[in-house]
């Protein structure tokens, strides 16, 4: 089965950045997903590493570390809009997601 | 490109009787998935398919939920009778192969009274 860890909540400013960090344990890996889902909507995609390093796509990065079963999503520059709920998720052999229970990160002005 | 397309968007329905949650996937993904969110329990997956095929349908709670996809543009998932511990959003989710990211569906609240 899955096993995934990551803080329920976080707040910081307009500005400022953030790192949610992620572990995991499974029986199964074949990467590492990330999403962000506001309040009454879809998760959306944010980000997949399927190996160890940092994938940066614009204000948000995910990096991962399959031997210490961990990974991050760093947000910076952050705005209003990305307060929001974000998910890590693993995935194993087949197509399957289990996900987190999902971290609230609240932006402040 | 419309997204995942799923009807209702809301659902309120009296213990015991039969709900049919709709689900369109994107044009040319061939896995779909069917996940339900609560506050307790998160984000959970309960079925899914390839080529309309089921592959795992382990998280399916049990037998009073069924899914089904009768072609690669529709797929449906039924709870009969319902009860009240299913109030829950249902999503549904594609993405093609090779492709590691979802696209989930507006999702339905479903409310069980």
């Known amino acids: 089965g899955q096993s995934l860890e990551q803080p329920s909540e976080v707040t910081a400013v307009e500005g400022a950045i953030v790192q949610i960090n992620c572990t995991y344990q499974t029986s199964g890996f074949y990467g590492l997903s990330w999403y962000q889902q506001h309040d009454g909507g879809a998760p959306t995609f944010l980000s997949y590493?399927?190996?160890?390093g940092l994938e940066e796509t614009g204000r948000f990065s995910s990096f991962l570390s399959r031997s210490d079963s961990y990974g991050y999503l760093l947000l910076q520059e952050l705005q209003m809009k990305d307060s929001a709920s974000y998910f890590c998720?693993?995935?194993?052999?087949?197509?399957?997601?289990?996900f987190g229970a999902g971290t609230t990160v609240t932006v402040r002005a | 490109d419309a997204g995942v397309i799923q009807s209702p968007r809301h659902e309120v329905t009296e213990m015991g009787q039969e709900v049919t949650l709709r689900c369109k996937p994107i044009s040319g993904h061939d896995y779909l998935f069917w996940y339900r969110q609560t506050m307790m329990r998160g984000l959970e997956l309960l079925i899914y398919?390839?080529?309309?095929?089921?592959?795992?349908d382990s998280g399916m709670p049990e037998d009073r939920f069924s899914a089904k996809m009768p072609n690669a543009s529709f797929s449906t998932l039924k709870i009969q009778p319902s009860e009240p511990r299913d109030s829950a959003v249902y999503f549904c989710a594609s993405s093609p192969t090779g492709v590691f990211g979802y696209t989930f569906g507006s999702g339905t609240r479903l409310t069980v009274v």
């Open positions: 398919f390839n080529n309309n095929v089921p592959i795992d």
């Open positions: 590493n399927a190996l160890d």
């Open positions: 998720a693993v995935r194993d052999l087949g197509y399957k997601l289990s």
